[in-house]
């Protein structure tokens, strides 16, 4: 009896544990529950927040048309999501901030900025320059600027640079890699099948140097772009000797006996040099210093607590805004990427859902599927089918499967440093016969037809094959150009000679009649306004997008803390000085190389899509592609 008693007592001793054990575990995840609710709200914007201050810009990571969503678990494994932000909504800050007298100051910093395409630069310097020449202070500070930080930067009031740091201009160009020895040495057969001479997208799988045509390309559009470049900052800052820091960077560092920071001030490229500390010293003594925080700090507005205050006007008509972004797939995709299906959808429900009065399709992508591109166009005809007038809207590209749908339009806008043209086409497919071949491996079988078990990615393809894919492409070339001679008003022949995969700059291309004036995105909402018979005062853009993820943005309020836009301004970045910027380029080249291979494998069908924008466009280093070329450089770097 006391045996079983002695039992009883022991499951019941054992019970209370357990439950115990339990009941700590709920308060733990409830207090961690209260924890992750407490950090979301104080991440998302608080409008109430803004009080007289300084504007912070924040320019972290690099600009682009339509941010795409970060990966909120890629720190967990070591890696840091992708920071973008987007062009528009720095612009409409900037623009806000100009009357509003709570402003008291513009802060650019620009210490982690990774760049953006040129009009997007362009466009952002722009806004900066009507903030100054409204009087306003606009202060800009870095360690060391980069090329496209620097065309911002210089159309601030007041330049500063780290006394440690200093600026050296790249100017557009370097090298590309070329994987024809290697994939000789693996046996890989690469098919190519294109039209057009400067359609050089296929090169780095067929040959080992750059072809001369291409070299003729790059070189023409690199110097176009380094002129705007230049012209922007002449126009901003005339004292600043860009010519000399470009012509001769050595022999005046040389004189400067390695002093980066005096060369740079020396040439009229900054006004001052100070740490974190000093440059927030002086922002506060025009924006107000933060009594609750150190020495050196000054009263803040974040850029999205700016935003939330100051949403878009809602008034008048609805201009419908269509914006299709990055690399054209077929399918559906996120942001950042225009998924055929995606893209269409949104237009055809937007079309549906709401009363446009007229339609402006943004592009900002350097092309991709020709499948996809058309079935972007033929959503946008179905607006035109609606008697709405199109107006396309060039950001920093529109070239290839981008100048696709762009024939769509009535009219273009482009900056003059847009990227456009490209219009060519090509289709690649890689087969392993001499591959197998070296490990012993054949292949054989029966056919029944010409084209049975083409392509064969074992045994190669064969002549009828690959008269039947340049047939194709060549039919898609014709189609390419016919669309763009109806669109343009062109003769065939014309859209042949300027066609043929060349690449333009703004430009040039409103020289050649591929768009029809500069202007950005506002001046599209307006001329479309025009056009369907309204007051372009009386109307606003609705921009037709997905819905974020939820759960993708809660964990990214969660994990990813927001950004502090000047909350703790003294806190050094750490490692951007002009050798840091040099050596972080060289690691995003290597790191490309992944995305290289990456590119080849995944060509499916017809492509429209430009190999000379990816040069120009900032790196994007994303933790997977980094993770790979660990791997390869410990496979094969002993």
């Known amino acids: 009896m006391r045996r079983g008693s002695g039992k009883v007592k022991l499951v019941k001793g054992a019970w209370k544990v357990l439950v115990a054990i339990k009941d ?25 927040a803004v009080h007289p ?43 806000a901030a100009i009357k509003d007298d709570d402003v008291k100051a513009v802060v650019l910093d620009l210490d982690r900025f990774g760049g953006g395409l040129p009009a997007s630069v362009s466009e952002v310097a722009n806004a900066v320059g009507r903030v100054r020449a409204s009087g306003k202070k606009v202060l800009a500070y870095a360690t060391a600027y980069t090329d496209s930080g620097y065309a911002i930067a210089a159309n601030a009031s007041e330049v500063w640079m780290h006394p440690l740091g200093g600026t050296l201009f790249m100017g557009p160009g370097g090298s590309r890699l070329y994987y024809k020895g290697l994939i000789d040495k693996l046996g890989v057969n690469v098919h190519v099948y294109k039209v057009g001479k400067y359609k050089s997208y296929v090169e780095p799988y067929v040959r080992s140097d750059m072809s001369p045509e291409a070299r003729e390309a790059n070189q023409a559009l690199s110097g176009a772009v380094l002129n705007e470049w230049q012209a922007g900052i002449a126009k901003a800052r005339p004292q600043a000797k860009v010519a000399e820091m470009l012509a001769q960077p050595d022999a005046i560092v040389t004189a400067a006996h390695g002093d980066l920071a005096a060369a740079n001030k020396a040439a009229g490229l900054i006004d001052r040099t100070g740490d974190r500390l000093a440059f927030g010293k002086r922002v506060a003594e025009l924006a107000g210093k933060k009594d609750d925080k150190a020495e050196g700090n000054f009263r803040a507005i974040k850029l999205k607590d700016y935003l939330a205050a100051h949403p878009a006007s809602t008034a008048g008509d609805e201009i419908g805004v269509l914006t299709v972004a990055g690399d054209i797939v077929d399918g559906k995709a ?52 609606q008697k709405l007038p199109v107006v396309i809207s060039m950001a920093g590209l529109a070239a290839s499967g981008g100048y696709w749908i762009s024939t769509a339009g009535d009219f273009i806008y482009a900056d003059r440093a847009t990227i456009t043209g490209s219009i060519g086409i090509f289709g690649m497919v890689p087969t392993f016969e001499k591959t197998l071949a070296k490990i012993g491996v054949t292949s054989d079988g029966v056919t029944t ?80 306004a025009r056009r369907a018979g309204l007051d372009p005062a009386k109307v606003h853009p609705v ?9 993708k943005s809660f964990l990214n309020d969660v994990l990813g803390g927001g950004d502090d836009d000047g909350s703790d301004w003294t806190d050094e970045p750490g490692g951007d000085d002009a050798f840091a910027k040099l050596a972080g380029a060289r690691q995003a080249i290597a790191a490309q190389a992944i995305g290289d291979v990456r590119r080849l494998a995944s060509v499916q069908g017809a492509q429209a899509r430009c190999l000379e924008c990816g040069g120009l466009a900032p790196v994007v280093v994303r933790r997977s592609d980094l993770s790979l070329l660990e791997l390869v450089l410990a496979k094969f770097g002993g």
């Open 24 to 48: 700590g575990l709920v308060l733990v995840f409830m207090l961690l529950f209260f924890i992750l609710l407490f950090t979301v709200l104080s991440s998302r914007p608080n409008p109430r």
């Open 543 to 551: 921009y037709l997008a997905k819905a974020p993820d939820a759960w």
């Open 334 to 385: 996120g942001p950042g990427t225009a998924g055929g299906d995606s893209v269409s959808q949104l237009l055809l429900e937007g079309l549906k859902k709401h009363k446009f009065k007229a339609l402006v399709v943004r592009v900002d992508s350097p092309g991709g599927s020709v499948l996809a591109s058309e079935q972007i166009r033929q959503a946008i005809l179905q607006a035109k089918a």
């Open 449 to 528: 037809t010409p084209i049975s078990g083409q392509p064969d990615v074992y045994g190669g393809t064969n002549a009828a094959t690959d008269t039947i894919f340049q047939a194709v492409i060549d039919q898609g070339y014709r189609n390419f150009i016919t669309r763009v001679a109806e669109a343009r008003k062109m003769t065939l022949a014309r859209v042949d000679e300027i066609g043929q995969g060349r690449v333009w700059i703004g430009v040039t291309a409103q020289q050649l009649g591929l768009v029809d004036k500069f202007g950005g995105i506002d001046d599209a909402v307006a001329e479309a």
């Open 53 to 95: 201050g300084a504007l912070v810009v924040a320019l972290d990571g690099t600009l682009a048309e339509q941010p795409e969503e970060p990966d909120p678990l890629a720190g967990l494994n070591g890696g840091e999501a992708v920071k973008q932000t987007g062009v528009r909504d720095v612009v409409r800050a900037l623009d």
